[in-house]
């Protein structure tokens, strides 16, 4: 996919950021939109329909994570968060508000374009080929068959549904709560150790070194992530 005019909503109270990256963005082909206030930012989306948001959580009219959570009612627009706040908790609750992916200030252009091709791909496979592959390890999500260098891999069922959740939201970071919520339901989001359990037995049959994350990439204190070859 080419970035060559992509829509970029730029939501940042501060001017000077606004600036930087609107100047950072342009010179890759981006076309900006720029928001100071969470309201403006909701305004924005409707009216220029961007095709990502750049969104600060310190905004001076409400929170980013509410800013996400309204977006989210009804917008799939990938999200990326942008903000000076380290704490776990606080990539968690962005995370878990819908946002795709979290980036702490400063930060370098480089990484910040990375981050934003990787929020841009398609996250659900089209479905007449819903076949999704990285290196040697194939899911095919219509006969719910897993293959590892070509010969099929046995998992259980809850094996299974870790996976599929994680390859339709391939690249991006599921929280721990996030996974418990859509494998075993609500009520469950604070079992982490059966999670954890489930992941290391996934591990064990699909990564060709489990101690090496080659697929399933753990985010320390806050979740898992797919990684594709991309």
Wanted: no cysteine; proline share 5%.
């Amino acid at each position: 996919m080419s970035d060559e005019g992509l829509r970029v909503l730029l939501v940042d109270d501060e001017p000077a950021i606004r600036r930087f990256l609107r100047a950072s963005l342009v010179a890759h082909d981006y076309k900006i939109f720029e928001a100071a206030t969470g309201e403006e930012a909701i305004s924005a989306v409707i009216a220029h329909r961007p095709d990502l948001v750049i969104l600060d959580l310190g905004l001076p009219d409400m929170d980013g994570i509410e800013v996400t959570k309204k977006l989210r009612e009804w917008a799939k627009i990938p999200i990326l968060i942008l903000s000076v706040r380290e704490h776990e908790q606080e990539k968690i609750a962005a995370l878990d508000a819908g946002a795709d992916d979290y980036l702490t200030k400063p930060f370098g252009i480089g990484e910040l374009l990375a981050r934003m091709r990787v929020a841009l791909r398609h996250t659900v496979p089209a479905s007449d080929a819903p076949i999704f592959t990285t290196g040697e390890l194939s899911v095919d999500l219509a006969r719910r068959v897993v293959t590892l260098a070509g010969s099929e891999v046995q998992l259980t069922p809850t094996e299974y549904d870790l996976l599929r959740i994680l390859v339709t939201h391939v690249d991006r970071v599921l929280t721990h709560h996030q996974l418990l919520r859509e494998v075993w339901g609500v009520g469950y989001e604070q079992e982490t150790h059966m999670l954890r359990v489930n992941i290391s037995n996934l591990r064990r049959k699909i990564e060709p070194d489990p101690t090496r994350q080659r697929y399933i990439v753990t985010e320390p204190g806050v979740g898992y992530r797919l990684r594709s070859d991309g």
